[in-house]
């Protein structure tokens, strides 16, 4: 009975030692994306170029954005999962109207 006794507490010891591996990866690894998001290692501009409208819809054409965002990029649902997620695509003929 000893002997089940001792590999028991092994066992417990090799549990927890395992967790707290996994529990010490997972706080090195969210600090490390923390601090990448919150550093400046992403390019920001601050002004952006103003857009044409041609090009813009030439581009949408190429990159086959009337597939999420509709025929005349008006937006629409283009995917829902009832009690999962909704994802909806933006309408890109206003947000143009931002670039102009």
């Known amino acids: 009975m000893t002997n089940r006794i001792r590999w028991t507490k092994y066992l417990l ?11 010490l990866a997972w706080g090195a690894l969210f600090v490390y994306t923390e601090r990448a998001l919150a550093g400046t290692d992403f390019p920001v501009s601050a ?3 103003k857009g044409d409208p041609v090009s ?9 954005c ?12 283009f995917a829902d999962i ?14 143009r109207d931002q670039y102009d």
Request: proline share 6%.
């Open 66 to 77: 009337s597939g999420c965002h509709g025929r005349q990029l008006e937006g629409q649902v």
């Open 47 to 49: 002004v952006l170029p």
């Open 13 to 23: 010891r090799g549990i927890a030692v395992l967790a707290g591996v996994l529990l």
């Open 82 to 95: 009832p009690h999962v997620a909704r994802l909806i695509a933006p309408n890109l003929t206003m947000a």
């Open 56 to 64: 813009g819809e030439r581009l949408s054409r190429i990159h086959g």
